[in-house]
């Protein structure tokens, strides 16, 4: 059974930073495609940075430069470094995997398996 556990949330100021991770049991870690996303009330959920099974990483335009995914395969646990927070970042942030996709194969990521979540408030 794939399990997601996500860690890290919390309360910052405007312009801080948070690290959260994700640890991630139950599945080949190597070919999994894996990704970040995120949740504030009333609003759609929305993708934040992704890995693809190839290990291509993407972001989305509102993080880009500010966010950073990392894969530590060792501790299979996927993080995502969020540095020069904005008020706007508050959401519930959650992790989410599969067992493939590449984008640039035509196979997008399906996303089965997702987390609880942690929440991310910025102030």
């Known amino acids: 059974e794939v399990q997601l556990v996500e860690s890290g949330g919390g309360s910052v100021q405007a312009g801080g930073s948070l690290r959260l991770s994700c640890v991630i049991t139950g599945y080949m870690y190597d070919t999994y495609c894996m990704g970040w996303f995120r949740q504030a009330p009333g609003k759609e959920r929305e993708g934040v940075a992704f890995?693809?099974?190839?290990?291509?990483?993407t972001y989305s335009d509102f993080v880009q430069g500010r966010f950073t995914l990392v894969a530590d395969r060792d501790k299979s646990t996927l993080y995502l470094q969020m540095n020069s927070l904005k008020p706007e970042d508050t959401a519930l942030y959650y992790c989410?995997?599969?067992?493939?996709?590449?984008?640039?194969?035509?196979?997008?990521?399906?996303?089965?398996?997702r987390g609880q979540g942690t929440q991310v408030t910025v102030s």
């Open positions: 890995k693809d099974s190839d290990g291509t990483v």
């Open positions: 989410a995997a599969d067992q493939w996709g590449v984008r640039a194969a035509g196979v997008p990521c399906a996303y089965t398996y």
